[in-house]
C-alpha cells in the first residue's frame, strides 16, 4: 500500500490537523475561554488550508526537487488557495457580518414596534458564519505551518 508511504499526502493532512487543533489554545490566550468549535470551523489562526498547500507544494519539491513540474504545478494551487482565502472567503464573511446586522436590526424593529412600552435590548446568536476566510496574517502563519512541518517531518523521516 503505497499510499501509507505518501510523504506529501501525510504531512498535508497532519498539518491540517494541528493547525486546527493549535486554534483552541491560541483562541483560549486571546479569550480565556475553550471554543473546541474551531477544531472543525474555518478562519482564525493559523490558516490549515494555508498550511496545507504549503506542506503539499514543500513536501513535493523535498521529493521531487523544487525544479519539477510537481513542485510547479502544487505551488500555483497554494498559491490559488492562499489568495483566495484572504480574498473571497474573506469577503463573504464580512458580508455575512452585514446581513447578520441587517437581521438583528430588522428582529429588533418589528420587537419595538410589537412591545413598545416594554422595550427591551436583545442580543441574537449569529446565524449566518462570519469567520470564513482569513486575514493576511493567519494566511502567512498557517503558510509557515506548512513549510516547517513538512520540513520538520522530511528530516525525521528521511
Known sequence: MELFYNFPLWTALFTIGFA???KVPLNFIA????????LTST???????SGAVTAVATAIGLEHGFDSPLFAISAIFGIIVMF???GVRRHAGEQATVINRLVTDF????AEMKHWPQKEEQEKRKELKELLGHQPIEVFFGGLLGII??????????
Not at 478562519?43 to 490549515?48: I, L, N, Q, V
Open 149 to 158: 512541518i513538512a520540513l520538520i517531518s522530511h528530516g525525521i523521516l528521511y
Open 84 to 86: 483566495d482565502a484572504t
Open 20 to 22: 486546527q487543533f493549535i
Open 107 to 110: 428582529n429588533k424593529a418589528v
Open 43 to 49: 478562519g482564525g489562526m493559523p490558516s490549515s488550508h
Open 31 to 38: 479569550t480565556k475561554k475553550f471554543e473546541w468549535s474551531l
